[in-house]
């Protein structure tokens, strides 16, 4: 019966994702039109946000209640899924354009947070002052592309018309208007967390069940679990044209997973590891996301054999984690 009810839970969990996602995407893209505001850089922030809040959730319980093995891998778990299941599938449906111009900006943080992990856990130990400077790399990562977001708005308002603007409201869809784009995207962020919640209840179920370890649960069941309104998200995003929003919230996911998540988790309880992180995650994290800043490089579509690459490799990431 127990089983039942968590096979039960992940189901309508997925469903509940579906619809947030459906929502968030047009939210978002309703709030894009409605204040001129790039697709992109929605994606890296208020996307982003939302979809991360997940993962803050799991990891600030696991560590509070002593689990820390469970709050690092679904960290780790969730960003080798974003940068490459989640880039990966949506190449494989529809090959989103890199816009080349703000993505140069924010790859070498990526690849700086992505570093950054094994760096701070060199010692197996994430203390509250690393917790209180990730923070704020998550605050000036926010303030900076909102500043560099209004600058090259300035720059395009002379610009002819491009894709984005019938990508973003749809070809004659009337202008929403801001305050019922707010209301679209905050039922679609809540019913996105929810959906988290519950497919995460009966992932962790059915792993206990199956006698799971605290590491790979946090690796697998629940990183996945947390990354699902990314994976929803973005392909919805994919499938209805909206490329840049998919690329934006898996870049700006990613960073707010190590900003925002492992900071204020070690601020509220200092990550101890009674011994240090395996280093097939760490350095396989940094490997991924390598990969994944390969296919982000300049103005370019990301090509579907590279998409079938990148989910190979977090194929081969799980894989090895298992048995090493």
Request: aromatic share 4%; charged share 15%; proline share 4%.
């Amino acid at each position: 019966m127990g089983i039942a009810v968590d096979i039960a839970f992940v189901v309508v969990g997925i469903a509940v994702l579906y619809w947030g996602a459906e929502w968030l995407i047009r939210g978002s893209a309703a709030t894009a039109r409605a204040f001129g505001v790039k697709p992109l850089v929605i994606g890296l922030t208020v996307v982003a946000y939302g979809t991360s809040a997940p993962e803050l959730a799991v990891a600030t319980k696991t560590a509070l209640t002593h689990h820390p093995a469970i709050a690092l891998g679904t960290v780790i778990g969730s960003c080798a899924a974003n940068i490459s299941l989640i880039l990966g599938l949506t190449a494989l449906i529809s090959p989103p354009t890199v816009d080349g111009r703000i993505i140069k900006r924010e790859v070498p943080v990526l690849l700086g947070s992505a570093i950054a992990v094994p760096l701070l856990l060199w010692n197996g130990v994430l203390s509250r002052f690393e917790g209180l400077i990730l923070i704020g790399c998550a605050i000036v990562f926010t303030i900076l592309t909102l500043t560099v977001s209004a600058r090259l708005e300035h720059d395009e308002d002379d610009a002819a018309p491009d894709e984005s603007g019938a990508a973003i409201g749809g070809r004659g869809r009337p202008r929403s208007s801001r305050p019922v784009a707010f209301v679209i995207l905050l039922l679609g962020l809540v019913l996105l967390v929810a959906g988290s919640d519950l497919f995460v209840r009966g992932g962790r179920g059915i792993a206990a069940a199956v006698g799971m370890s605290e590491r790979m649960l946090g690796l697998t069941v629940i990183s996945l679990g947390c990354a699902l309104p990314e994976l929803i998200g973005s392909l919805v995003a994919a499938s209805r044209g909206h490329s840049a929003i998919a690329i934006g919230s898996v870049i700006g996911s990613n960073l707010l997973n190590v900003f925002l998540v492992l900071g204020v988790t070690a601020y509220l309880e200092p990550i101890e590891l009674a011994q240090p992180m395996h280093a097939v995650e760490l350095v396989g994290l940094v490997a991924i996301t390598l990969l994944g800043i390969l296919t982000l490089r300049g103005s370019r579509k990301i090509t579907r054999p590279e998409g079938a690459v990148l989910v190979a490799a977090y194929v081969a990431f799980v894989v090895t984690s298992a048995l090493l």
